[in-house]
Structure formats: C-alpha cells, structure tokens
C-alpha cells in the first residue's frame, strides 16, 4: 500500500503554486444550505483529490416526527394508560418515513446529476439515502469545494466548509454528510493508569486483594474497582438472570476498537470465575468494516492502546450482566482519515451509520439496553446532523430499548479549549454530543463507596479526569426534567452565569463508578478512569432490571428518562460531593437530588425493582 505522504506533498506543491482554491461561482438556482467556520486547532492543507470516494449520507424530512415523539413519550410515561406499549419497526419507519414529495424532488435533482436511482441505499424508512461518489461528484452535485483539513493532532479529514443545494430542495433535506462536520468521536475513557505489579503468568494477573464478606467496605478496594464491587455496591451480587435470551444487553465499539476475547476470558476467570464461558459466547456484529480482530495488536495498535475501551466495556457487561447474551455492534466509518492512492475513502459518520442497521434489524433481534461509550464536543457537529442522528435515538427508545451514553471526562469541557466555534472565540462550556441528546440517557462518574463521590482524579501528565456535565446549546430543555433542572438551577444561582445555556437539556441524568477499574488488556492489568465505565455499569444494572420485568411478563423499561424523572429518581443514591470541574472552573456542584455532575446518582437495584412493582 503506498504511503500518503507522498501524494499529500505533491498537493501541497499545487497548492504552493496555485494558491487557495478560487471563489465558487454559484450554480443557477443554489443557496448555501449550511456553513461552519473551521474549528480550532484545524487548517487547511490542500484541495482534496478529485478522484477520491467518500459514502455521502443524505437525511431527509421525516414525515411525523412530531408525532413519533409524542408516542415515545406516551410508552415511556409511567402514568400513561400506553407505559410499556413500545411501538414495531413497522409503525416507527410509517411515522418517519419522508413523503413521497420530498422523495421525488431529492431522486429527481440526483438524476439530474447523473446518480441514478440504482446507485442509492436506503434506511428502513428511506428518511437516508446512501451513495459512493468521487470528490468531483461531490463538489459538483453540493456546489462547494473540498479540502484536506489536518487538525494540531495529526488527524486529516476531507471536508468543505459550506455546501449548497438548490432552493426548491431545502425544505425536503435536513443534512447531508460528512461535509462540514468535524466531528472525531473518541472513546470516554483515554486516562490509562500503569499497574505497579505485572505478573509473569498472564493468565493469573496480579491484583487488589479482596477479603470475602458480602458489605461493600469488604470487597471494594479504590485502587483496583472489580465485579464483585459494582455488583455488591449496587446490590446485583445475588440476583440470578432469569431469561436469558428473552433479554439481552448491547455494546458499541468505533474508532476500529475491538473486544478482546482472550483478554476477557483472563478477566473473567480471575474476578467473575462463573462467567468464563461469557468471553467466547457474547456476538459480534460487524457494521460496515468495523473490528473484530482477534488477533495480537501491533505495535501501532499497542502505542494507541486499542482496544482498552472495547475491553473495558465487554469485561464489566459480563462481569454484572452474565449469562445475558451480549452483542458487540462494531461499527467502520473512523478512525481519523489517513487516505492514501489505494483507499481513498473518507466516513467518519458513525453514529448513523450504526443507526441505520439496527433501526432495520427485527425488534426480536435487538437488546433491550444498548451501551455506548463515546462521544464529542457538541459544537464540532453540525446541529443539523446532530438531530438527525438524534432523531434515531428516538426511533430506538420508541421500539423499547434504552439508550445509554456516557457523559465526558473533562467535566463542563477541557481546561484551556472552551471557546466557542462561532468565529467570535467567546469564553464558554462545551457541551458534548450524544450525551446532551434528549432521547438518551447520560451517565456521569462517581468514586469512592461510602459514600461514593463525583469522579475526580489527577495524573502525572497533569491531565485531570472529572465526570462530564453540562447544558446543551442545540437541544432545548426537555419536558420530563423541568422541574429537576429548574430546582437545581434556582440552587446554584448565578454561578457560571454566562458559560452555558440554561435553557437546554441537561446531563447526566444518572452516575455510576467510573474511576480506577481493573480491566485486562494485551494480557496484562491496566487501570483506566473515564465515564466509559460508567455508562456500561450502569447499562448492565438496567439491564438485569429489564430481565426481571420480562420474568415477570411485564415489558422492558426502554426510553429511561420519563421514569427516571417522575418516578424512578427514587431508587437512586443521591451524591452530594463533587464537581463537574473543568474549562479552568470548578464547574457545576454536586447538590441535593438532581444536579449536573452526577444526575440523580447511581442506581441500587433492589430499589429500582420495588419501584417498578417487583420484589426487590
């Protein structure tokens, strides 16, 4: 395969000659549909090559979202006559669906740029539509010009900074990427801290010594958090799951992670020695190109620690959660662009891309409760598809499973990053995205056991480590956390007045440990911090909620947050202490009931089941 580099510099020898590339002259009938002022942090480097491909997705008007939101609503209302009566894929692609108007105007002005009807694929409910093109196609078809933009981290991507569409097509398209979006999904879980003893047997790790004793104060240890301590401190440690099969639990890997079985089965046989068999039965969903690998990473791979966030999710679902069947969905579409003459191609999109192959896969074939573990600045996403790729998280919670993100690790945003993407560089909170999306729910991080405290850890790097909060600046505040919010907000008063909007949804809506976890990688100990262990913690209490409502004939919990904020509040332990620290702040403080550093706090499963009518 050869190397970018050396077509990268005969670009930048054009550009050298040719200058910046010249002023677009706009095609007869077009206006600009969307534009974005480059990021900090990127520049420009050259025009993109005309002959490379990238996979557009074009999201279209959906029919009756308005009317999809108020059935989710209803399903997921525990006071509502309709709580639990999740709607099919069926009803969910007729209620999303585009009208047939705005599926001709959009065929017919691709046919009229020599992309016929053949060369699309479609979402279930044909709201996207797919199609291959090469640079040139693009830039003709979007009226716009492409780059090569490389961020300070030596991440390149091909992008435009505007594109357009004719008049006549605006009210039928709500997005179209990856064009302007600079999105780079990373996993919430970077922080890596080395393991003082490694052992010379891999297969029996060194580790915290756990006296046996069935009280949290006996089996947590804060230098090494295992199984056996989420599960006694959240009190699932002697349930037994009841169907499996009936309920399953899910996971999601991007940025070519993978789920390690050997690593796994070495985990599980020293800290859930009854699950070992879990490491060589969970399911592996491949979704365009993503990873499976099974085999030992390379030395590139072992320096960008792949695959620690794919282990750490994987070995704590199954050390809570077995004998559930898990899935792995591991999605293609990043990591960051290193194109080269061979592979040219450029997603980056994956949140849609996994979206559009689970909404079209049968509602038997899904979990009930899907974890994820990424995430990203909200102002790097382009609000358009940022809703609409939210609007598919709904479509989700509508069907019945619950939608889990973890919140962020660098609090309200990253000591010396916060300003705003607008051009205007305003001091401001970063937000981050999906978490700040209304139809998910948000899980923040705790540490410590009695009590458990917001996440806060420092590392030799000086990097910091605290639970990511916030108030979104795309989607407002929705109606289920009103008077939550509203309480929090008159207590807090004026602080950070300026920094965030108080008008938007707020997150997380719950906590779980998320510090110092004992996790199996490349065959050895590594202790990782981040809400990336929070979010499958948390999934995998829900999780264990799920089978015994199924158990018991009654319907999964699905979308969380209605509950969560009418009712379920409750069976949570409430944290007082700590902050949501960061853009060179102490951020948000921990405060009684809800508050944006840990929501309402972190689950106790015997609670939860009497709040839902079983016996905990």
Not at 283 to 290: C, K, L, M, P, S
Not at 329 to 337: A, L, V
Not at 582 to 604: I, L, M, Q
Request: hydrophobic content about 35%; glycine content about 8%.
């Amino acid at each position: 395969m050869r190397a970018f580099s050396g077509l990268f510099t005969v670009f930048l020898a054009v550009e050298a000659v040719l200058g910046s590339p010249t002023k677009l002259v706009r095609r007869a009938g077009y206006e600009v549909k969307e534009r974005s002022i480059l990021p900090r942090k990127w520049t420009r480097v050259a025009s993109a090559p005309a002959d490379s491909s990238m996979l557009f997705t074009i999201g279209l008007k959906q029919s009756n979202f308005n009317e999809l939101e108020r059935q989710l609503y209803e399903v997921s209302d525990p006071d509502h006559e309709n709580y639990g009566e999740h709607l099919t894929a069926d009803e969910v692609n007729a209620l999303v669906k585009p009208t047939d108007e705005t599926l001709e105007a959009v065929h017919s002005w691709l046919e009229a740029n020599d992309i016929p009807r053949h060369q699309c694929s479609y979402s279930p409910a044909k709201d996207w539509i797919n199609i291959n093109l090469d640079i040139a196609s693009a830039e003709r078809l979007l009226d716009s010009k492409f780059s090569v933009f490389k961020h300070a981290d030596g991440t390149r991507f091909m992008r435009t900074l505007e594109w357009s569409l004719p008049k006549s097509l605006h009210p039928h398209v709500t997005t179209i990427q990856p064009t302007n979006s600079f999105m780079r999904t990373k996993p919430n879980a970077v922080h890596v801290r080395p393991y003082a003893v490694e052992s010379e047997d891999h297969h029996k790790p060194s580790s915290p010594q756990y006296p046996s004793g069935k009280n949290v104060s006996a089996v947590c240890n804060p230098t090494g958090v295992t199984p056996t301590c989420l599960r006694t401190l959240y009190g699932t440690i002697n349930y037994t799951p009841q169907v499996p099969g009936k309920n399953r639990v899910g996971l999601n890997d991007f940025l070519g992670e993978s789920n390690n079985r050997s690593d796994t089965e070495i985990f599980l046989e020293s800290y859930r020695p009854d699950a070992v068999a879990g490491a060589n039965e969970f399911q592996f969903v491949v979704i365009n190109g993503g990873s499976d690998q099974q085999t030992p990473d390379n030395e590139t791979q072992l320096e960008d620690g792949t695959d620690l966030e794919g282990n750490l999710d994987v070995e704590t679902i199954l050390g809570i959660t077995y004998p559930t069947p898990l899935t792995a969905f591991t999605t293609g579409g990043e990591p960051p662009f290193n194109p080269d003459i061979n592979t040219p191609t450029d997603t980056n999109e994956p949140y849609v891309t996994f979206l559009q192959y689970v909404l079209a896969q049968p509602d038997s074939a899904l979990p009930q409760a899907i974890s994820t573990s990424y995430g990203d600045d909200e102002q790097t996403v382009p609000q358009s598809y940022a809703q609409a790729a939210c609007s598919g998280f709904a479509q989700l919670g509508a069907r019945g499973i619950s939608v889990i993100f973890s919140s962020g690790d660098d609090g309200v945003g990253p000591d010396g990053a916060c300003f705003s993407n607008d051009g205007k560089n305003t001091t401001q909170f970063l937000p981050a995205f999906p978490a700040g999306c209304p139809y998910v729910t948000a899980v923040g991080a705790t540490r410590n056991f009695t009590p458990e405290v917001a996440a806060f850890d420092t590392f030799a790097s000086g990097s910091v480590f605290t639970s990511g909060a916030g108030f979104s600046n795309y989607f407002g505040r929705p109606k289920y956390q009103e008077d939550a919010v509203e309480g929090y907000l008159k207590t807090i008063g004026s602080l950070n007045a300026g920094l965030y909007n108080v008008s938007g949804r707020a997150y997380p809506d719950i906590a779980a440990q998320g510090q110092r976890f004992i996790t199996i990688w490349n065959g050895s100990i590594a202790i990782l911090d981040g809400t990336s262990a929070s979010a499958p913690t948390a999934t995998s209490v829900i999780s264990l909620v799920n089978d015994a409502l199924i158990a018991a004939g009654k319907k999964p919990l699905g979308f969380l947050n209605p509950w969560l904020y009418k009712k379920g509040y409750k069976a949570f332990t409430d944290i007082l202490s700590g902050s949501s620290a960061g853009c060179d702040t102490d951020g948000f403080p921990a405060e009684k009931g809800w508050d944006a550093v840990t929501g309402f706090g972190t689950p106790n499963f015997k609670k939860i089941l009497k709040e839902v009518g079983l016996k905990g």
